[in-house]
């Protein structure tokens, strides 16, 4: 995905509704940064005719500034008191998955998703958003979201009968968004034990080393047991003590 790859693109397509959800770190490696990643976001939002609209997150600092990129309409979404569509609440309902409030023009809406994790808040409100301006009702969209099948492998929770608990989160593995990952197991919190496998993560600069011990330490407090699959105790930061009392187990094969 080499940088400038979404300027044909978007020249080709001509969208009249641009997206963006977040800049972050993903593809490190061509775009270097949150900004890197916004200047490519940007051809696409460029592309915008003047009757379109751009979907922003006005929690997203790098994003925000594209507004004066967009010939059309803007509309925002985020927990910012000033997006149009704002989260004023996240909750999890008694299946542990999220639930938005979501302020728009002096009304509040219940948004039940099918989602585990509080950080899918920014693609919920991004989809609502776009849908409303595109003249879906509420009712409509509160009901397609209840019914909406996520993606498998996008922190999947998968429950047995009379046993364990997985939560699924494979398709990606970039270093920048694994706490978000990790929070989903504060739902669990009266989960008999609590275990994270945690395997290859991608999209950082500077030394895997200091990526892999901020992983372990923002896992630690959260879980009983950590499952490291080829890695080494002093690659992430574990002791002698982590290995000895299961804290801490290490495989080379999964």
Same mark, same amino acid.
């Given at each position: 995905?080499?940088?400038?790859?979404?300027?044909?693109?978007?020249?080709?397509?001509?969208?009249?509704?641009?997206?963006?959800?977040?800049?972050?770190? =993903?593809?490190?490696? /061509?775009?270097?940064?949150?900004?890197?990643? &916004?200047?490519?976001?940007?051809?696409? +939002?460029? @592309? !915008?005719?003047?009757?379109?609209?751009?979907?922003?997150?006005?929690?997203?600092?790098?994003?925000?500034?594209?507004?004066?990129?967009?010939?059309?309409?803007?509309?925002?979404?985020?927990?910012?008191?000033?997006?149009?569509?704002?989260?004023?609440?996240?909750?999890?309902?008694?299946?542990?998955?999220?639930?938005?409030?979501?302020?728009?023009? =002096?009304?509040?809406? /219940?948004?039940?998703?099918?989602?585990?994790? &509080?950080?899918?808040?920014?693609?919920? +409100?991004? @989809? !609502?958003?776009?849908?409303?301006?595109?003249?879906?009702?509420?009712?409509?969209?509160?009901?397609?979201?209840?019914?909406?099948?996520?993606?498998?492998?996008?922190?999947?929770?998968?429950?047995?009968?009379?046993?364990?608990?997985?939560?699924?989160?494979?398709?990606?593995?970039?270093?920048?968004?694994?706490?978000?990952?990790?929070?989903?197991?504060?739902?669990?919190?009266?989960?008999?034990?609590?275990?994270?496998?945690?395997?290859?993560?991608?999209?950082?600069?500077?030394?895997?080393?200091?990526?892999?011990?901020?992983?372990?330490?923002?896992?630690?407090?959260?879980?009983?047991?950590?499952?490291?699959?080829?890695?080494?105790?002093?690659?992430?930061?574990?002791?002698?003590?982590?290995?000895?009392?299961?804290?801490?187990?290490?495989?080379?094969?999964?």
């Amino acid at each position: 995905f080499p940088l400038g790859n979404l300027d044909g693109i978007a020249r080709l397509v001509r969208p009249t509704v641009a997206v963006t959800t977040v800049s972050g770190l =993903d593809h490190y490696k /061509e775009f270097r940064g949150a900004a890197g990643a &916004a200047q490519e976001m940007a051809c696409l +939002l460029r @592309a !915008v005719p003047t009757d379109g609209f751009a979907v922003l997150n006005a929690d997203d600092e790098q994003l925000s500034r594209l507004r004066t990129e967009v010939a059309g309409r803007v509309i925002s979404f985020g927990r910012n008191p000033n997006a149009d569509y704002q989260a004023t609440e996240l909750t999890a309902a008694a299946d542990h998955r999220l639930v938005v409030n979501c302020h728009h023009r =002096d009304q509040q809406y /219940e948004l039940q998703t099918p989602f585990l994790g &509080a950080h899918f808040h920014v693609a919920t +409100l991004a @989809a !609502v958003a776009t849908a409303h301006q595109l003249g879906v009702s509420w009712p409509t969209i509160q009901s397609r979201l209840r019914s909406f099948e996520p993606v498998f492998g996008r922190c999947s929770l998968l429950a047995i009968p009379d046993g364990p608990v997985f939560i699924c989160d494979t398709i990606k593995s970039p270093a920048w968004s694994v706490q978000a990952s990790f929070s989903t197991l504060e739902a669990f919190a009266t989960a008999p034990r609590r275990t994270l496998v945690l395997g290859t993560l991608s999209d950082y600069g500077g030394s895997s080393r200091k990526v892999y011990r901020t992983a372990w330490s923002q896992a630690r407090p959260l879980v009983d047991r950590t499952v490291f699959l080829r890695h080494s105790p002093s690659h992430v930061g574990a002791t002698e003590a982590d290995s000895a009392n299961g804290q801490a187990v290490f495989l080379q094969t999964a």
